[in-house]
């Protein structure tokens, strides 16, 4: 089959499915369930049989001319859209199957899977999208299926104050992404990304690396809002507000990653600029480590998890920017199936629980809900880089990566990155199984239903199996498959035992404080805990300057403007009245001042 | 007696006029200002007539027209101060200032 | 008797006063004078449209011109006539005594209008001019209130009669220096008298009683009074019908000097006019913002008015004058429209303050409408008269390049604004008073007369042409002349 | 061309006006079909031309010339190239959607519509006409009838606010007025065609004088920053459908008329006097999008927006006349005429329909609203994602052609206006947050939502920003033959 027809059907299958369910089923909850997942499933499928069918030709038509303008609409069939398209549409579909238990009892539910559609549709459209402006409005979309999701529970002032400041800070991001993508339009005279990363013709050749500095920097900031980098990376955290499902599908495993999705696809053209990529890379690690900071004194299930998808997103992007290309991608898939596992897990308690303070769910016998503790302990130890699950093999090429790159120092700084990540990952685990008190016998504590556990169970299996996926990845992304030393692997190793054991040492053992080593020094553990001050500087700074422009140009217009407009109009008011009291009633007055004007005129007619 | 002496003359008549207008109370006194402009006029044509006219003819026949139309003017006028008399009980110009604004 | 016909209009309309002063002699009731009356002006109509096409000189060579141009004014001022018999039949706020007696007054009037359309000497001018003034200024005198019927009387002949002298005394120069009376011997000697200083004084001196009747500063101050003081049908008259006969004077004293190839340099003179026309327009526009009565306003916007009428005349050109008689003819009917407004409600009052229009859209949905053609003429908004008219007379004025003063005038019009939409705001918002809420029900020969006056209004505003040709073809023909 | 079409079009409000003033009284219903009918055939007959409309030729088509005043040479000279085409298509969907909006009106029916069809009259002519007098007598048949329509069915300061945008709209025909007898005269052909007027070549001097006039003569109905005062307070008290023409159509007419007049007859002019504008157009982007952030009122904050919106439309017509990528910034302001005045149509058809039922537009009154109105909150926030310039809606497309445009003419101004694209979202989604969504409100819970038919007109208006949003080349396909006649002028 032709790839091109099949990319339309796996990316407007679900398009069809939201519009129908929205526009005929809104009452009809199970029918828009069935045409979602039925599109979800189309999707999959078809996904999966596009990366069989291994890379192919590009294939794009003209969308739109207008003089100098010229976007392509069409397909790229490398080996970084078919992968991750294949990964998108799975945990696509998997999170759909799972949301069936876990929205089962909420109300407009015929929304919700109608915006998972929209979300799916958006989605694979980006990652299969081959001109710049293609990929940016579907990017686009993402971000307003993201922002609908988040805000899904809208009734709830939280949540719709969290849609509203991920929409807000990934606009902003986006703006240097729009301003990027209209310079490199407007410098080379195209947007297709194929024509744009050739060796020989694209822009690389085009434009100086000062330029090219500039233009991939633009294009970063967009990076940085939809994959969460410092400073943009606020709104993440507070995205969990949606349901669990969608954290899980948007904003860890897929949505987010769409940003170094993106990084992976220019590639070439951050590679050609030294600057960028020392920018790339401090921004990655010191995002890395402020995240796991933050991590470790967050009590909020979901939002540890968030701000560890923060770091992870900073890992690959640091990978990337150091050359590996592969790491990068690696990390970015499998990543993407871990981390849906986790939050399904987290979901799995908080749909029992409905609590999302872990402590709490640890106390109420979270253990007991073994499928999903199973789910959680694999997830979480993939997380923290030990072997051999999927997390260990990623986050090693990862580390290799940078290594590699000779970009010493931030490879020591990603490696106490990592050791952070596993200390907080098993600071969680650990609140979870090994609670600070007793569980109550009698607590009724059961598992979640099979539509909820089947996914977490096919997740946990691609979280062991995970790193098998290394050599097939590099095989279609035309890459070699790089060799380590046990030796070279070792201090990753180490450091992720002992961030377990740290974990263990402050919240495992039973004679444990539970305060964490951080709770020592009280100025870290208030830095970490109010987030680095990064919302209150936003606050302070730049939503006050926001306003306070507003309420000065409010002035101006009421004021100045208006005012000005209603006080010329009460002039001319005015000067009417005293025009019309010239209008005295005293005839002679009115006879004189005729013959004035007359004698008047009647002088410079006279004396001309 | 040259033109221009005439033309002084009825300059002084005219000005005259106009400053009785202006200047006076008594409506009736206006009304005899305004004839004084008309006589002014008049004088002026009848000097014109005698001194550069081609046709002598015409400017008595002004004259002629203008007393005519004089003595109706005032006729009205008058007739006009009457109902302005039974209304108010005056004739003073600056005091019926009641349309104004 | 080819002569006679040439006189056709004047005469009938003459004879129709001298017939209706026979019925009043005889006693007859209002009804009836009324009928005569507006069976003769009807009878003039017919007779300025039958003189149309004719051209001549009934009396002595260069005293009376009858051509299409003055044929056409004196169509417009006899139709004027009519539409103003149409709301005299049982005159508002006039004392009972008068009412048999307005028909006659009008009538005197108007045939000394018609005159001056066609007088070409300046004798006959002046006479003509005084028989148009003399029985409006007696008209005014039978207000209903004697106290504001007398003031408003009073002062205005006042102003007409040293209007009338100061015109008198600027011919007496004219004479004086030409030798003539005649405007076309007038013409002829113009070269040689454009360089005489004393010529242009007596001119602007000869030019003021015309202007005074237009109401253009510094001549303007009887205008307001004026329309206040006097009884609503005479506040019509003059505002429509005597403005006509004042426009068709000017446009003949001008074209006395010939435009486009102007024999002698006006130069200064045209400064004058443009001088005093930003006057008037600013001082009418401005004033007008503050009135609160409906004909107090009308009389300051009527300056206005002026004031664009001489934008257009300034320019000397036969497309101003062109202009000029086509907004003319629009202008009398926007006028009127709102006039007739005025008589209809104020039916029962002395003054017509704008607050009596309160709730007009539902005492009468029909005068609202013609209230709002009306205004929007006045405004200068299409697709009326209003707005092509002040097109054309814009137009004459930027043809000779005077973008400031096109400026001026247009940012007027848009002060103006203000002050009618104010009135619609009145009419078409506001709930009637308690004291008038009775519905309006007009005559129906009233709303004949409306429906005729709003369909000129909207006509010429949508399809001017066969006006514009019509006005064209009488500038020609008065160019012609000279 | 053997029918006249476009005068039909044009014909169709007339009789419109007509028919509505000859129902007897009291006959509301009759009324509101016959405007209906008249404005779906105006529909239909639009589709036509759009249809006929020979894109791989461009120009003017479907001609009707006839004398009119052929002493001064007006000539009732009627044809369409690609962006009358487009905007004739605006007015017919706004005009059918406004009547259908305006479906409930209860007070002073037939009077309502004759002035609203009579308003309608004007805004085709504008667009169809190639006489300089006909086009101004358009324009000013099109300003008149907000006069009364404000005053009579308005709200809000209704009458401060009809006053204010007469006098505006007014003083600014009246610098237009002296500026277009100018190019008349001195063209000196005796013609008002401007076909003929664009053959002649004016002086430069004479261009930069009175361009300016032209400009900002147009611009103050356009909403021109800093002259755009009267605009959002007449769009609040104006009523729906009112503001829906209003924002929707008659402030294109300002741009239209800079575009044709402006533009077209004074290329040299309007290249002098370029940079200036270009600065101001984007100096009211923003303005418009901070003191949106500010209102309190509904229909404010869309008045502001509006006033940014038409920013880009001046912005994209001063840059393209710069030069530097004219084809993208014509297009693009064209089409931003286009789908903003869908856009603010539905805006106001929404708000209008939500005011109807709450009896207030005080967005902190609501709160909530999206569990009573799913449907109308849902029409609203697809209406307002336009104006935020998301992709797949009408605006994105014509957002991107202008600053496109606008980064390579001038690039740190482009960019500022880039990132001003994030305060439009800020204001639209705090009214979003503030008025839709956060806890139920049950004071509004007696409100209907929208149902049957008076969803039509909304989806209707929805449809075509989503179908434009995805498919930009219909319009562009036919304006840019239009726009590329337009740049030979340069």
Redesign the interface.
């Known amino acids: 089959m032709n790839p091109a027809i099949l990319a339309i059907v796996v990316i407007f299958t679900p398009l069809v499915a939201f519009a129908t369910a929205m526009l005929f089923c809104m009452k009809a909850h199970r029918i828009a369930q069935g045409l979602i997942l039925g599109g979800g499933a189309v999707s999959v499928v078809g996904a999966f049989l596009l990366l069989l069918g291994g890379p192919s030709e590009t294939q794009s038509i003209v969308w739109l001319s207008s003089g100098s303008l010229e976007l392509s609409f069409g397909f790229m069939f490398d080996g970084l859209s078919l992968s991750f398209g294949a990964v998108v549409a799975l945990i696509t579909f998997l999170v759909q199957v799972y949301s069936i238990g876990y929205m089962h009892h909420d109300p407009a539910k015929t929304r919700y899977f109608a915006l998972l559609g929209l979300f799916g549709w958006a989605m694979l459209g980006f990652v299969y999208a081959v001109d710049l402006l293609q990929a940016l409005i579907f990017w686009e979309l993402v971000g307003l299926a993201s922002f609908f999701l988040i805000g899904f529970w809208y009734e709830k002032p939280s949540a719709s104050a969290a849609a509203r400041k991920a929409f807000l800070l990934t606009r902003i991001g986006d703006t240097g992404l729009l301003i990027g993508i209209l310079l490199i339009i407007n410098i080379s005279g195209m947007a297709h990304i194929p024509a744009l990363l050739d060796a020989e013709t694209g822009l690389t050749t085009m434009v100086s690396e000062g330029t090219l500095t500039l233009l991939v920097l633009l294009i970063f900031m967009g990076i940085m809002g939809k994959s969460a980098q410092f400073p943009l990376h606020t709104w993440l955290p507070d995205a969990m507000e949606g349901p669990t499902p969608v954290s899980a599908l948007l904003h860890s495993a897929t949505m987010v990653a769409a940003g170094v999705f993106l990084f992976a696809r220019l590639h070439p053209l951050f590679m050609a600029s030294e600057t960028a990529i020392l920018v790339v890379l401090c921004i990655a690690i010191f995002t890395a480590l402020m995240s796991a900071t933050i991590a470790m004194v967050e009590t909020d299930l979901k939002k540890v998890l968030a701000y560890s998808s923060i770091g992870q997103l900073a890992f690959m992007l640091a990978a990337l920017a150091a050359g590996g290309l592969l790491a990068g991608i690696l990390h970015l898939i499998l990543h993407a199936v871990f981390k849906a596992l986790l939050f399904l897990c987290a979901g799995s308690y908080i749909h029992h629980f409905e609590t999302n303070d872990m402590r709490e769910i640890g106390r109420r016998g979270g253990r007991r809900m073994r499928w999903t503790t199973a789910g959680l302990v694999i997830g979480g130890a993939s997380l923290a880089g030990l072997p051999p699950l999927a997390g260990f093999f990623s986050k090693e090429e990862v580390l290799a990566s940078l290594s590699h790159g000779g970009y010493h120092l931030i490879w020591f700084l990603a490696l106490f990155a990592a050791f952070l990540t596993a200390y907080y990952t098993f600071r969680m685990v650990f609140f979870i199984i090994l609670p600070d008190r007793p569980l109550e016998a009698d607590a009724t504590v059961h598992d979640s239903s099979p539509v909820i556990l089947g996914p977490i169970i096919f997740l946990t299996i691609a979280t062991v199996l995970g790193g098998l996926i290394l050599g097939p990845l590099a095989a279609i992304l035309l890459l070699d498959v790089p060799h380590h030393s046990l030796l070279s692997m070792l201090p990753a190793i180490l450091c992720a035992l002992a961030g377990v054991f740290v974990a263990w040492w402050d919240f495992g053992r039973s004679r444990a404080t539970r305060r964490g080593f951080v709770g020592a020094v009280p100025v870290l553990h208030r830095l970490f805990s109010r987030k680095w001050y990064v919302d209150d500087v936003y606050q302070a700074v730049f939503a006050r300057f926001i306003q306070l422009m507003a309420t000065v140009l409010h002035r101006v217009e009421v004021d100045l403007l208006d005012g000005g407009a209603d006080r010329l109009a009460d002039v001319t008011r005015w000067t009417g009245g005293w025009t019309a009291r010239l209008q005295s009633g005293w005839v002679q007055a009115y006879i004189a001042s005729g013959v004035v004007v007359v004698a008047l005129a009647g002088y410079f007619l006279g004396s001309r | 007696m040259s033109l221009s002496a005439f033309l002084l003359v009825s300059l002084v008549l005219f000005s005259a006029g106009l400053v009785a207008i202006m200047s006076r109370r008594n409506l009736v006194t206006i009304l005899v200002g305004i004839e004084l402009m008309l006589n002014a006029a008049s004088i002026n044509f009848m000097a014109f007539n005698y001194y550069t006219a081609v046709d002598p003819v015409v400017g008595q026949i002004i004259v002629l027209v203008i007393i005519g139309l004089a003595a109706a003017e005032v006729a009205i006028f008058l007739s006009i101060l009457m109902v302005l008399y039974r209304a108010r009980h005056d004739v003073d110009v600056e005091e019926i200032r009641e349309i104004r604004g | 008797m080819a002569n006679v016909l040439l006189i056709l209009p004047e005469l009938t309309i003459f004879l129709a006063a001298i017939l209706v002063f026979k019925c009043l002699i005889l006693g007859l009731s209002v009804l009836h004078v009324w009928r005569v009356a507006f069976a003769g002006s009807l009878l003039g109509l017919g007779a300025c449209l039958i003189t149309l096409g004719m051209t001549g000189e009934p009396f002595h060579p260069g005293i009376y011109r009858v051509d299409l141009f003055s044929q056409l004014m004196k169509t417009v001022i006899a139709a004027a006539l009519v539409l103003v018999l149409v709301l005299s039949d049982s005159p508002p706020v006039m004392r009972r005594d008068a009412w048999r007696e307005l028909p006659f007054f009008l009538l005197l009037s108007s045939a000394g209008l018609m005159m001056m359309t066609s007088a070409t000497e300046l004798i006959t001018l002046y006479l003509a001019l005084e028989l148009s003034a003399f029985p409006v200024y007696a008209l005014i005198v039978l207000h209903r209130d004697r106290r504001m019927g007398s003031e408003g009387a009073t002062k205005y002949m006042l102003q007409g009669m040293v209007a009338s002298a100061v015109t008198l005394y600027g011919m007496s120069f004219i004479f004086g220096l030409s030798g003539t009376t005649y405007l076309s011997e007038i013409a002829a000697a113009l070269p040689e008298l454009g360089s005489q200083p004393l010529f242009w004084v007596g001119l602007l001196l000869l030019l003021a009683g015309f202007l005074f009747k237009l109401a253009l500063f510094p001549f303007h101050f009887w205008a307001p009074d004026t329309y206040f003081s006097s009884p609503h049908p005479v506040a019509t008259f003059i505002a429509t019908v005597s403005k006509v006969a004042a426009i068709a004077v000017l446009c003949r004293m001008v074209a006395v000097a010939g435009w486009n190839e102007a024999s002698i340099d006006g130069e200064t003179l045209r400064i004058v006019l443009i001088v005093l026309a930003v006057a008037a327009m600013t001082l009418g526009n401005l004033a007008a913002l503050v009135q609160k009565d409906f004909k107090r306003l009308l009389g300051y916007s009527a300056i206005a008015h002026a004031g664009y009428i001489v934008v257009a005349l300034q320019a000397f050109s036969s497309l101003g004058h062109t202009a000029i008689v086509f907004y003319t003819i629009g202008y009398l009917a926007m006028t009127w429209i709102c006039f007739m407004v005025a008589c209809e409600v104020g039916r029962n009052r002395d003054t017509v303050p704008v607050s009596a229009l309160a709730g007009l859209w539902q005492r009468s949905p029909m005068l609202a409408l013609c209230l709002l053609i009306g205004i929007f003429g006045l405004t200068g908004l299409p697709p009326t008269v209003g707005f092509i008219g002040k097109w054309f007379l814009f137009s004459a004025a930027l043809e000779d390049g005077q973008f400031l003063l096109v400026l001026i005038a247009a940012l007027n019009s848009a002060v103006a604004v203000y002050y009618y939409m104010r009135v619609l705001r009145v009419a078409y918002l506001l709930e009637p008073a308690k004291e008038d809420t009775g519905i309006l029900a007009p005559s129906p020969l009233v709303v004949t007369g409306a429906m005729v006056a709003c369909l000129v209004v909207l006509w010429m505003g949508v399809a001017p042409n066969y006006f514009w040709e019509i006005a064209a073809e009488a500038i020609v023909a008065l160019g012609a002349t000279y | 061309m053997g029918i006249p079409i476009l005068s039909l079009i044009l014909l169709c409000p007339v009789l419109a006006t007509a028919a509505v003033m000859l129902v007897p009284?009291g006959r509301d219903q009759m009324v509101r079909w016959i405007s209906v009918a008249f404005s779906l055939l105006a529909l239909i007959l639009s589709a036509i031309v759009w249809m006929a409309y020979d894109q791989t030729v461009g120009g003017l088509q479907f001609e009707e010339i006839v004398?009119?005043?052929?002493?001064?040479g007006i000539t009732w000279h009627m044809a369409v190239d690609g962006f009358g085409v487009l905007l004739v298509m605006l007015n017919s969907l706004v005009w059918f959607t406004g009547v259908l909006t305006m479906w409930s009106l209860a007070y002073?029916v037939k009077?309502y519509f004759a002035f609203m069809t009579l308003l309608v009259v004007?805004v085709y002519g504008v667009f169809m006409t190639q006489d300089l007098?006909l086009l101004?007598?358009?324009y000013?048949?099109a300003v008149?009838p907000m006069?009364?329509l404000i005053?009579?069915w308005g709200s809000t300061r209704k009458?401060y606010a009809?006053?204010?945008l007469?006098?505006?709209l007014?003083?600014g025909?009246?610098?237009l007025?002296?500026a277009l007898?100018?190019i008349?005269?001195v063209a000196g052909l005796g013609t008002f065609s401007m076909v003929e007027l664009g053959r002649h070549t004016f002086g430069i001097e004479f261009q930069k004088f009175v361009y300016p006039f032209v400009y900002l003569g147009f611009g103050v109905l356009a909403g021109m920053f800093?002259f755009?005062?009267w605009s959002p307070?007449g769009h609040v008290a104006a009523p729906s459908a009112v503001s829906m023409l209003h924002a929707g159509v008659l402030m294109k007419l300002g741009a239209f008329g800079i575009l044709v007049v402006g533009i077209r007859l004074l290329p040299e002019g309007a290249t002098y006097w370029a940079p200036l504008f270009a600065v101001l157009a984007a100096c009211g982007i923003l303005?418009g999008a901070?003191?949106a952030?500010?209102?309190t009122d509904f229909k404010f904050v869309i008045g502001f927006s509006s006033v940014s919106h038409m920013g880009i439309v001046l912005l994209g017509l001063n840059l393209g006349v710069l030069g530097v990528?004219?084809?993208?910034a014509f297009?693009?302001a064209v089409f931003q005429m286009f789908a903003h005045g869908i856009m603010t149509a539905l805006f106001f058809s929404t708000v209008g329909y939500i005011y109807d039922k709450a009896h207030t537009k005080t967005i902190s009154d609501f709160g909530?609203l999206?569990?009573q109105m799913p449907r109308a909150v849902t029409i609203f926030i697809i209406a307002g994602?336009c104006g935020a310039g998301?992709?797949?809606l009408a605006s994105?497309?014509a957002e991107?052609?202008v600053?496109?445009a606008a980064?390579?003419t001038y690039?740190i101004l482009?960019?500022a206006i880039?990132?001003g694209?994030?305060?439009t979202?800020?204001y639209i989604?705090?009214v979003?947050?503030q008025a839709?969504?956060?806890?139920?409100n049950p004071k509004w819970d007696g409100l209907t939502d929208m149902v049957g038919w008076e969803l039509l007109p909304r989806a209707i208006l929805v449809a075509v920003l989503i179908l434009f949003g995805f498919f930009?080349?219909l319009i562009?396909g036919l304006i840019?033959p239009t726009?590329q006649i337009l740049m030979e002028g340069f």
């Open positions: 009284a004398p009119w005043v052929p002493a001064v002073r009077e004007g007098f101004f007598f358009f000013e048949i008149v006069y009364p005053l009579i009458e009809a006053m204010k007469m006098l505006y007014l003083v025909s009246a610098l007025f002296p007898l100018a008349y005269h800093p755009h005062g307070s303005y901070f003191v952030l500010r209102q990528a004219s084809a993208d297009n693009g909530g999206g569990s994602l998301l992709p797949g994105f497309w991107l052609l600053f496109l980064m390579k690039p482009g960019a880039v990132a694209l994030v305060l979202a800020m989604l705090r979003f947050q839709f969504f956060g806890p139920r930009p080349n562009l840019d726009t």
